[in-house]
């Protein structure tokens, strides 16, 4: 078998090749290389040295992935012939997608592949920008990098910054985390005679003047938590802060006891806020939900009993156990197959037997809710109506039963009479997939929306509420609900 070699050019100029390098890149006899873009090819063919290039595949292709492959297969084709060299930018093993399809080819027994050195971009660039990468740092595609890899307190370096619209799809993704003018530096042919780096606003990164296949962006980390407020870590530290010796007494005091309450707020005003379709309040509610998780997470990890990196393991672990279809080889039809495969793999999970399957559906803190859970399970193994008329045949019978016990019974029948009418209501509520809890908590602020009206009216008139009759009363609520339809 045909042996593939893969060398690399460096990261500069000619003057900078390294001498071993330089002699196996004279003596080849079949050289392919990646691109001609690169200062050191324009002095080898001064010099005699013949070559090939794949600029060609770059012009078929509107993305990058399809050109690393379509290059691989190419060569991988190529070495069936003849030993053959192929040489990139810098070192083969740093930020070289065409290389990584190779090893892939290789591991697989498909070609003999073997790597040569060269210089990496990265040796000139840390001395360009005097930093200590044992500090930390990213090295980033910027043809697919997203805000989810960015960590903001390392030195991050992003290669593939060739051209204007790069340096515009880079910019925007670092916009999602950074400031609009934070400062980033553009490191154009670092370690060469013609190496330049030029500071600038991050949002001027896609105007400078020079941008090229020698560019890379360096983004410094962040000093201080008022630069990183998009960050996961910097809400951790502030939460920590707040519960540690210097923090705040309200904090310090908290339990998961006491802050049970404002969970169950928060969750409410998040969903009033779903309702308006209000996307900025549901933004700022959605982060008080957030501090609730965090403070109870570091409240777990002050007591030594679970930290936020177990929360994250369990809720990750379950979605991909309860995602087969998903994450594993499982077939589903539609999304009732969905639900019907996550309470088959729920009921595993928690060993349920015979006589317990109601036993995780109470919910101490809302009787509607238990309700809601107790009917949905039962219908899960076939306990339910079988469509929505019977469930009103139902609340029929159950309003008719307790009028009945109005009229004639003791207090104590009327509430279980009572207590069935608002179960039969749940029930419907289900076959028209309303959430009842959700259903109450709208109705609760309508009320107080509405009454909140009433009491205005009453108060702006300079007399008291038993000044006026409840015809009056009512006119003035008729007048909330015509105000907040906009009539």
């Known amino acids: 078998m045909n042996e593939l070699t893969v060398i690399g050019l460096g990261a500069a100029d000619f003057d900078q090749l390294q001498m071993g390098v330089y002699k196996k890149l004279k ?7 990646r691109t001609v873009d690169h200062p050191v090819l324009a002095d080898l063919a001064t010099e005699g040295v013949i070559f090939q290039s794949f600029d060609k595949v770059y012009e ?7 050109v690393y492959e379509e290059i691989a297969s190419l060569l991988i084709e190529a070495v069936k012939s003849e030993p053959i060299m192929y040489a990139v930018p810098g070192h083969p093993l740093v930020a070289e997608q065409t290389v990584q399809h190779l090893i892939a080819a290789s591991l697989k027994g498909e070609i003999n592949l073997k790597i040569e050195g060269g210089q990496s971009f990265l040796d000139p660039i840390f001395g360009a ?13 910027g043809t697919s990098m997203s805000m989810h890899d960015i960590n903001m307190r390392q030195h991050i370096l992003i290669a593939q910054v060739y051209d204007t619209f790069s340096a515009s799809e880079v910019k925007l993704t670092l916009m999602e985390k950074y400031r609009d003018d934070y400062p980033v530096t553009i490191v154009t042919a670092a370690g060469s005679s013609q190496e330049k780096l030029v500071t600038v606003p991050l949002y001027e990164l896609d105007h400078a003047a020079e941008l090229n296949n020698l560019t890379t962006v360096y983004v410094p980390p962040v000093e201080s938590d008022e630069d990183a407020l998009r960050d996961w870590t910097t809400f951790r530290r502030i939460i920590a802060t707040l519960r540690g010796p210097n923090g705040c007494p309200w904090d310090q005091k908290q339990t998961h006891e006491s802050l049970k309450k404002y969970l169950l707020e928060e969750a409410h005003e998040f969903l009033a806020a779903v309702d308006a379709e209000d996307d900025f309040a549901m933004i700022e509610e959605l982060g008080d939900v957030l501090l609730q998780v ?44 969905v639900v019907a495969n996550w309470e088959a793999i729920k009921r595993e999970e928690k060993g349920e037997v015979e006589g317990t399957l109601l036993s995780t559906e109470y919910r101490p803190e809302s009787a509607l809710q238990t309700s809601f859970n107790y009917q949905k399970k039962a219908a899960t193994v076939g306990f339910d109506w079988p469509n929505a008329e019977d469930a009103w045949d139902k609340f029929t019978e159950e309003w ?26 749940v029930n419907i509520a289900r076959f028209y997939k309303i959430s009842p809890e959700e259903a109450m908590l709208h109705a609760n602020a309508k009320f107080a929306r509405r009454f909140s009206y009433v009491e205005q009216q009453v108060k702006a008139s300079g007399k008291a509420f038993n000044d006026f009759s409840l015809e009056e009363l009512d006119a003035f609520w008729d007048e909330a ?4 339809k906009g009539e």
């Open 27 to 33: 003596a080849a006899t079949k050289l392919y290389v």
């Open 60 to 66: 078929k292709h509107d993305a990058f992935q399809p």
């Open 129 to 141: 920008l005097k930093i200590d990468p044992i500090e930390g740092f990213q090295l980033l595609d």
């Open 294 to 337: 965090f403070l109870h997470a570091q409240i777990g990890e002050d007591n030594g009993y679970f930290n936020l990196e177990e929360v994250l393991a369990s809720i990750n672990e379950k979605m991909i156990r309860r995602h087969p279809h998903v994450f594993g080889n499982v077939l589903v039809e539609d999304a009732d197959a």
């Open 400 to 425: 008719q039963e307790f009028r009945e016990e109005i009229t004639n019974g003791s207090d104590a029948s009327r509430v279980d009479e009572f207590g069935d009418v608002l179960f039969t209501l």
């Open 481 to 484: 609900k015509k105000l907040e």
